[in-house]
Structures are given as C-alpha cells and as structure tokens.
C-alpha cells in the first residue's frame, strides 16, 4: 500500500475534520429549538360579512356616498390584545403585541419600516402558548395599521368610460412614520408622519395621494359603551364566537381566525355617476375603516 506523503496526510485529515465540524455545526443551526405549542394569528378578509359602525351596528351608506368592497392584498397590525369580558378597559387585558414605534417623524408614530403586512389566510403574529396569562377571553382587541388592495375606478375622456383597476396603500393607523413604501410597482417617497387616512393610489397612468377627513375612518367596537377606544386610533374590537381558555397545560397550537369585514369598506363621496369611483372627476376618499372583525378558534 502506498503511504501518502506526511504534508498530504495533514492536509486530508484537515479537510475531513473541517466536514465534521461543518456538519456539526450545520446541524445545530438547521434544529430548531422547540418552544412548545403556539398561539398563532390569521387574517380572512371576507366582503360578505355584515357591514357595521363605530359601535358594532349594521351600518348603510348615507346619501351620496359610493362604496365597493377592495380585493385585499396585505393588512398589517400594531397592537393586540386578549380582554375577559366587556368591561376590561384597553391595557388591562393580556396585551400580546405591539408593534415598534418611532419619534424620527416628531411625534409617536408606528414605525411602517418595522411592520408585516400578510395577505389572506396567512399569520399575522404568533407566540409561545406559554407565554399566555391563563383565563378566559371573550373579547379581541386588533389595531390595524395599514391595508393595501385593489379597487375599480372609472375615468372618462372625451366623452368614453373606461372602467380599470387600481392598487389603493392605506394607512389607518393613529399615527405613521413613512420613509418610502411600495404601492405595486410605484414607490412613494415621504420621509414623514402621516395620520390616520392617509392614501396613495396607483393607476396604469399615475399615482395620487390624498388624506380622508379627521375622525372618517370606521373602528368598529361593539362594547364602546363600556370599553371606549380613543379617537383617531384603529383598535377594532371583536368577540370570540365562545371564550377562548388558556389554562398553561396546552399541549398544541390554538389558531385564531381574525374575520374582517371588507363589505364595502372603500367609501368615497360621489361628484360623478353614482355607484362609480371616479377620482378624476372629484370622488373624495371619506373612509377606509375595516367594518367588524369576528374571532374564532
């Protein structure tokens, strides 16, 4: 048998030590560490569910106003909360969530930077079950931040509809730092704080901006009468269809389904042809507010 040269020898014998160490390592890193059953967070966005007001009602369009339910693409949160009943007052309950804030813009803000915006279907937020102050929950608190969909727009030239489609980036926040975000292919530079209302619409031909009125956006909380939410916020309140228990002995993952109502959550005051969205033709966004949320497990 041929002996290989001694610098050869030390050379391979490295070469193998390095594989087992890479393989070592590999396998630390690919091995999760398992923090036991969850508590985990899902969006539906449902335009058949019941359209309500500020205070959980059935709620209708008033007169000449337009409205149409979007086609959600992405909905992100700020702040979620678990309460036990109809009295806990917001920051009494298990708060689970709240999103990192910034002062760059002047005032708080929701930093936008920092936020995750999902679509349908898809976890919003989730956490060790552990970590969960046992009790009984009948009452879910969501702000909601910023919602990005599409909606159907009518622009008329010379005397020709033409009904297309455009990508709406809403920010219903209290309150949001902007750097520069995407819409769909356009990106809007800002590099400040924007209230709640705050819109920019992409079309095939351009992007526009605009601010709904102070105070327009829809929060629906059905318990406003004995656990108010303060004005301008979008902390939207829903009722588990039974209690959620959590006892500290959960041996596998609650899933949470967070319903909202986009029923025709897109409102707009008409200037134009009724039932079209025409902002060309000076239709004004007057609401963006998501209209119920209803929680199952």
């Not at 020898?9 to 969850?38: A, N, Q, Y």
Request: glycine fraction near 8%.
């Amino acid at each position: 048998m041929k002996v290989l040269p001694c610098k050869i020898r030390i050379f391979v014998s490295l070469i193998v030590l390095f594989g087992l160490i890479s393989s070592c390592r590999k396998d630390e890193v690919d091995t999760p560490v398992s923090d036991g059953p969850r508590l985990v967070f899902r969006f539906v966005f449902d335009s058949t569910q019941v359209r309500l007001d500020n205070l959980g009602n059935p709620a209708t369009l008033p007169a000449n106003h337009g409205a149409q339910s979007p086609r959600f693409n992405k909905m992100s949160a700020h702040y979620i909360e678990m309460t036990p009943n109809q009295f806990t007052q917001i920051g009494q309950g298990a708060v689970l969530y709240h999103a990192p804030e910034t002062s760059q813009g002047g005032s708080l803000a929701i930093d936008f930077n920092k936020s995750n915006p999902v679509g349908n279907g898809q976890t919003f937020y989730s956490m060790p079950l552990k970590d969960v102050p046992a009790g009984n929950y009948e009452w879910l608190r969501i702000s909601l931040a910023y919602q990005n969909y599409d909606i159907n727009f009518r622009y008329s030239l010379n005397g020709t509809n033409f009904d297309l489609n455009g990508t709406l980036a809403s920010f219903i926040g209290y309150n949001t730092f902007l750097n520069t975000f995407r819409i769909k292919d356009s990106t809007v530079t800002v590099n400040a704080n924007k209230l709640q209302g705050y819109w920019a619409f992409e079309t095939p031909y351009t992007v526009s901006q605009g601010q709904a009125p102070v105070g327009a956006t829809t929060v629906p909380n059905p318990i406003f009468a004995t656990s108010p939410v303060p004005q301008g916020s979008c902390l939207v309140t829903g009722s588990f269809l039974s209690p959620l228990v959590i006892t500290g002995n959960e041996t596998s993952d609650i899933v949470v389904t967070v319903s909202l109502s986009t029923n025709n959550s897109f409102e707009w005051i008409e200037n134009s042809t009724p039932g079209y969205f025409e902002p060309a033709a000076g239709d004004q966004v007057v609401d963006m507010g998501i209209r119920g949320m209803v929680v199952s497990y």
